[in-house]
């Protein structure tokens, strides 16, 4: 990385390490000076008429030095073959610099974009086999009609979002909890390069850092302010999901939910959000149809509906009368193998064999305890 670039990123990151600045004040800080290199020129009593800037923290902002922990931070980064976008660089998020408490800087690795078609589609870590398939679902339609997606890495929803995106040829922007040279969950190593060939994984948090717990709260802010709306697939009751969603709303961006099975407790938070107001969402089109015309996206370009896709894909597939007739007895949520023979009054050995075939074929799909469930399909 370049020398005077690194030059010019010292006084962010040595405003950013004084204790008691958090986003907020340094927001506030630079809407007043400009600059962080005027803020340290800045007499403690020009900085303390910052609102919740006390005499005391103006005074240590103004002896504050240049610590190693930041020098060791940007020598790092001088290595490294990520970028650090500053919140006054005309390539920072207009929709991040909305919100009250934006990252003073963040940590780019790929290429952000402008980010004015930028969808968040979040949800359950441990989600359902639907909620899965409908987050890549949805995730891949509003992809092919120019949406950028943006999600967490998170396994489960999150992990499906990107997936979706990335099957359709469109881009996708992961935001971490951790700092890019400590990729969580590990699992989705792959992924994460795979995310900034095409689009961005981006961060507020030091290279190093790890995925803290309290990392996640905060991360999710720029999730949802850097979206124009937040798409709920699947969420407990009390989930972090619901967190972004809340940040969503305080932000004065478009909240969606997705719905399911009134028994499944990973759709409480969504069937929540939509007592609340939030729009149901079956299609990409119910998405974009509430979406300013500055998103330039498509709201006729998804071409099918939520539960939709398995007419189509029967009719394209080589099914048997037997195949057939056990699709027919699966739904999205996961049955019981004794339920099916109960059902369609045939053998278990052989309803086994059928379900391994519609496995294989990518229509069916097995969970822990002989539990089986229809898939939604992306293609």
Not at 94 to 122: Q, S
Not at 175 to 197: K, M
Not at 281 to 297: G, Q, S, W
Request: hydrophobic residues 40%; proline residues 7%.
């Amino acid at each position: 990385m370049d020398s005077e670039f690194i030059h010019r990123l010292t006084p962010w990151f040595r405003l950013r390490s004084v204790p008691g600045i958090g986003s907020l004040l340094y927001r506030r800080l630079m809407d007043r000076f400009g600059s962080p290199e005027r803020v340290f020129q800045a007499s403690p009593g020009d900085i303390s008429g910052v609102e919740g800037v006390s005499a005391r923290l103006a005074g240590a902002i103004h002896r504050h030095p240049l610590t190693d922990a930041v020098k060791k931070e940007l020598d790092l980064i001088d290595r490294s073959d990520y970028s650090i976008i500053p919140m006054n660089d005309p390539g920072y998020p207009a929709l991040l610099l909305e919100i009250p408490d934006p990252p003073p800087f963040l940590y780019v690795y790929g290429n952000l974009g402008d980010c004015m078609g930028n969808i968040a589609v979040v949800g359950s870590r441990s989600a359902t086999p639907y909620g899965r398939a409908t987050a890549e679902r949805l995730s891949s339609e509003m992809a092919a009609a120019g949406a950028t997606i943006v999600s967490g890495l998170a396994r489960g929803i999150d992990t499906a979002a990107h997936r979706g995106a990335l099957a359709a040829g469109g881009k996708t922007i992961a935001v971490l909890g951790s700092g890019l040279e400590r990729i969580y969950p590990a699992v989705n190593h792959d992924l994460f390069h795979e995310i900034a060939a095409s689009g961005a994984v981006i961060t507020e948090l030091p290279l190093k850092a790890g995925p803290d717990g309290h990392h996640f709260p905060v991360r999710n802010r720029i999730i949802s302010g850097i979206s124009l709306g937040t798409v709920v697939v699947e969420a407990a009751r009390k989930s972090g999901s619901l967190i972004t969603a809340r940040m969503a709303l305080e932000q004065n961006r478009e909240v969606f939910a997705v719905p399911g099975s009134v028994r499944s407790s990973k759709s409480a938070g969504t069937h929540y959000l939509i007592k609340q107001g939030a729009k149901l969402v079956e299609a990409a089109a119910d998405v974009f149809e509430e979406l300013p015309p500055t998103a330039k996206l498509s709201a006729d370009a998804p071409p099918k509906a939520a539960g939709t896709t398995e007419a189509p894909l029967q009719e394209a597939m080589a099914l048997s009368p037997e195949e057939r007739q056990v699709m027919d007895a699966l739904n999205p949520y996961p049955v019981h193998i004794d339920v099916l023979v109960r059902q369609l009054d045939m053998e278990a050995g052989r309803i086994s064999a059928i379900l391994l075939q519609l496995e294989l074929k990518g229509l069916a799909n097995q969970a822990p305890g002989k539990m089986f469930s229809k898939m939604d399909r992306v293609h």
